[in-house]
């Protein structure tokens, strides 16, 4: 199984602040997704990378793919309390997705 | 927008006692797949179901696990003698793509508690 490990496990900040989050492996995917999960609810995707040094941009929200292809960024800018959620990364091994334990982000008004 | 839904939202059933939980994925998705993930863990992957087979299946899905696509919509996970530790949330996605781009969309899952 290739792991995916994601940091910083837990993450409360303010909101208007900028933070990073990280998916990291010492594995190549093919291609590498971020998801969104609220307590109790299934993952959301955000969007997928695929291609090497990839970078995306969604509002927000900035997403790099390395360009070895076995890790990934998430920033995002000016945080607010409604970007509140789990974050998961999650790479395509076969068939399957593996996916990260995830970054819990706690935004305060 | 299309989106996979799953019923029911909560099932309670006594330890050895059979479920089924049920999914319609999105219409023209062809790749479908039931995940869980129990509280406070990661998700983790179960089974991968392509053309009417199991196209991938994990450690977790042992002989208790099966599933079928009765019909031209439906997409169901039975567990035959459930156990305790079976209590778990669990996600049904599909796809257009199986493998290298998978982009998967889930449904809001099926909370399953067994006592």
């Known amino acids: 199984t290739q792991l995916l490990e994601q940091s910083p496990q837990f993450l409360s900040i303010q909101e208007g602040e900028n933070l990073t989050v990280y998916c990291n492996s010492s594995s190549v995917f093919s291609s590498l997704q971020w998801y969104r999960q609220e307590p109790g609810e299934g993952p959301v995707l955000l969007v997928t990378?695929?291609?090497?040094?990839e970078v995306k941009k969604l509002k927000r929200l900035t997403f790099q793919f390395g360009d070895a292809r076995k890790d990934s960024s998430l920033h995002i800018t000016a945080a607010q309390p409604g970007d509140t959620g789990l974050y998961l990364c999650a790479g395509n091994s076969g068939y399957a997705l593996n996916f990260g334990k995830g970054t819990s982000l706690l935004v305060t008004p | 927008e299309p989106e996979v839904t799953q019923t029911p939202s909560h099932q309670v059933t006594q330890m050895g006692q059979e479920v089924i939980l049920r999914c319609v994925p999105i219409s023209n998705h062809l790749y479908f797949y039931w995940y869980r993930q129990i509280l406070g863990q990661k998700v983790e992957f179960l089974v991968s179901f392509y053309n009417n087979e199991i196209s991938e299946k994990s450690e977790i899905f042992d002989d208790q696990f099966s599933v079928e696509r009765p019909d031209g919509s439906n997409f169901t996970l039975k567990i035959r003698s459930t156990k305790l530790e079976d209590s778990a949330m669990y996600f049904c996605a599909s796809s257009l793509v199986g493998t290298g781009n998978t982009e998967a969309f889930f449904g809001q899952g099926t909370r399953l508690t067994v006592v």
């Open positions: 990378v695929v291609t090497g040094g």
